[in-house]
């Protein structure tokens, strides 16, 4: 069973097209108007082994704010429908991944339970013309969309470019974890038979 979903969503500040596959193979397609999302989105793609198509349009005469936070939106729920009914997967994921002097740490829970722990203070306000505090709104809601629990800590670094990517790169991982077929596995990795 492909476990694929795919999503169009369309606002007054977003029009957004994305597919994404669980099992693929490290393969993206992006077409975005926020470049240093792009290029999150791509270290995500080949990292978790994922393959993504984005094709995004937003207001980013604004900012950015919109079609980052619409793009979390449409990944999370893109994520749940593709996991269908979780039957076998691993459920829980961990990653550390350093980037130089950075070292970032994901730990995901696809409890369908959405919670965002987020432990990240990032030097710069800015990277290029990107607003840092849209990591955040990113990631609460790709967690709020995909209803899992989501846990981020950069426990060191000082470069604030090194400390997101190392998030994504960190937030692929544990997913493609937590997202495995485990054989031990007899149906919803849960005491309560579901998720």
Partial sequence: MERTAGIERNTGETQIKLQFSIDGEGKSELNTNVP????????????GHFDLTVDAKGDVEVDDHHTTEDIGICLGIALKDALGDKKGIKRYGNAFVPMDETLAQVVVDLSNR???EFRA??????????DTELVHEFLWKLALEARMNLHVIVHYGHNTHHMIEAVFKALARALDEATQIDERVKGIPSTKGML
Avoid: C, N, R, W
């Fill in 121 to 130: 203070e990032f030097p710069s306000q800015k990277v290029g013309t990107f």
């Fill in 114 to 116: 959405p919670h965002l």
């Fill in 36 to 47: 240093f999302m792009t290029h999150m989105l791509d270290l995500f793609t080949k990292h």
